[in-house]
Nanobody
Framework: VQLQASGGGLVQAGGSLRLSCATS????TAWFRQAPGKEREFVAG????????EYGDAVKGRFTISRDNANNVVYLQMGSLKVEDTAVYYC???????????????????WGQGTLVTVSS
């Protein structure tokens, strides 16, 4: 399983950024993030079959997860960014056959390399 995450960068507070996670096929996919000195945090997830989505409380209403089924790319559109959104963002997928979203990172078998998002004030 190969995951390629991209799209991170430096953005001012209030701005927007879109992350991409390219995979070899469709999976139940999630984005997590980890800020320095903090625990890994669930950001958003999208299920395998019906593309049900779920969001962490910190990003609800500001971030949107979506999938391009034709190209097996999952996007995380981030808006109204805050300084506290600064973190390394990871995409992760569950094993084939596990279609639903889980908010625990232990439920995800494969992880991308991470992409840094820095939000300046």
């Amino acid at each position: 399983v190969q995951l390629q995450a991209s799209g991170g960068g430096l953005v001012q507070a209030g701005g927007s950024l879109r992350l991409s996670c390219a995979t070899s096929r469709r999976y139940a996919t999630a984005w997590f993030r980890q800020a320095p000195g903090k625990e890994r945090e669930f950001v958003a997830g999208i299920a395998y079959g019906d593309s049900t989505t779920e969001y962490g409380d910190a990003v609800k209403g500001r971030f949107t997860i979506s999938r391009d089924n034709a190209n097996n790319v999952v996007y995380l559109q981030m808006g109204s960014l805050k300084v506290e959104d600064t973190a390394v963002y990871y995409c992760a997928v569950r094993s084939p056959g596990r279609a639903s979203i889980r908010t625990s990172g232990t439920e995800y078998s494969y992880w991308g390399q991470g992409t840094l998002v820095t939000v300046s004030s």
